[in-house]
């Protein structure tokens, strides 16, 4: 055998055994899709989504807690809990099939924007890439970053384009579950073409953070908060409707207004928030910190403080120039 065959089966060995460890870090989450197989029981096997609770449901045994595992201590836990009805199973295989939990949102001038799930989230240029890389007019010096999770509703501005002429793409803000990246268009873009054209909107609003159901919604007509929220599968049970945050267009800008839904709900006042064209709701999750950090001018107040963000350029726009 020659060195150049030694070293690729070196290689194929290395694979073979690290790559278990990795599958085995992964931490199970809400809306994974899971195999369960059970050796000599087939009758058994069964394909499960795990719940909003971060739940599955089983045949003999019933609910079970898989959230927050990996697929070898829910494996355990199945025929621990299993073997007391059929001591015949001793082993069973847990795979997970969709990793839906990792879950990030891709806007604005990329080639194929849209909700995308990782086994692992990898990095924002790596991320840019896999929606198809950005369109023409897109903007890689402004590229930003909404926060979501505990941070819900934090806006950072990187310049990509910089870290990649000067090779610092490592050092570009790690990418977490639920932050949604929008690639502006370029400036050129933002002033070409007729004003009335290029204020058109998408046909959709979005909601992001302690949702049930976080992604695109398709727009209505007369729908306020409550019901756009409901269409999203209702708050979490830690959503913290106290601090909800709407940001919605104006123009080439956007204003972000802060909504305490709390009091919303109890008294109606103020009147009903009607939801806009490409509006994206964000409810963070309750102890966060979200709205920190975030250096918007306060313009006035509606429901709450009316800030602009003079960050968020022609938000979720299509990709066509206008």
């Known amino acids: 055998m020659n060195l150049k065959n030694i070293f690729i089966l070196n290689l194929i060995i290395v694979f073979i055994l690290v790559a278990p460890a990795f599958a085995e870090d992964y931490k199970i989450g ?9 050796y000599g029981n087939t009758e058994l096997n069964k394909t499960v ?18 959230s927050g595992k990996t ?17 015949n199973i001793t082993q069973t295989i847990v795979s997970v099939t969709s990793f839906n939990y990792q879950y990030i949102f891709v806007t604005g001038q990329v080639n194929t924007p849209g909700k995308y799930t990782f086994e692992n989230i990898p990095d924002l240029w790596t991320i840019i890439n ?18 979501g999770g ?3 509703g934090k806006v ?30 370029t400036m050129a873009g933002l002033i070409s073409g007729d004003i009335s054209t290029q204020i058109e909107r998408k046909n959709l609003i979005y909601a992001v953070g302690a949702v049930n159901s976080p992604g695109a919604i398709t727009f209505e007509k007369n729908v306020d908060i409550l019901e756009a929220i409901a269409l999203a599968g209702g708050p979490t049970a830690e959503a913290n409707l106290k ?6 267009k104006d123009g080439f800008y956007a204003q972000t207004y802060h909504l305490n839904l ?10 009903r928030y009607i939801i806009r064209k490409e509006d994206a709701i964000i409810i963070p999750r309750r102890g966060s910190s979200s709205f920190l950090g975030i250096n918007w001018v306060t313009l006035g107040t509606v429901a709450g403080v009316i800030t602009s963000s003079l960050l968020v350029y022609d938000q979720l726009r299509s990709d066509e120039p206008r």
Request: hydrophobic share 35%; aromatic share 4%.
């Open 30 to 38: 809400s809306e994974d899709i899971l195999e369960i197989s059970f």
């Open 49 to 66: 989504r795990v719940n909003q609770n971060g739940t599955i449901t089983l045949d003999i045994i019933g609910e079970i807690e898989a």
């Open 71 to 87: 697929t070898k201590e829910l494996q355990d836990d199945i025929v621990k809990l299993i073997s007391r009805f059929k001591r």
């Open 130 to 147: 896999e929606a198809g890389g950005i369109s023409e007019l897109g903007d890689l010096s402004r590229v930003l970053i909404i926060r």
């Open 150 to 152: 505990k941070d819900a």
């Open 156 to 185: 950072e501005t990187i310049n990509v384009a910089e870290a990649i002429s000067s090779g610092k793409i490592k050092d570009l803000p790690k990418i977490k579950r639920e932050d949604t990246i929008e690639i502006p268009r």
């Open 243 to 248: 601090e909800v945050k709407v940001i919605t």
């Open 262 to 271: 709390e009091k919303y709900y109890e008294s109606g006042i103020p009147a």
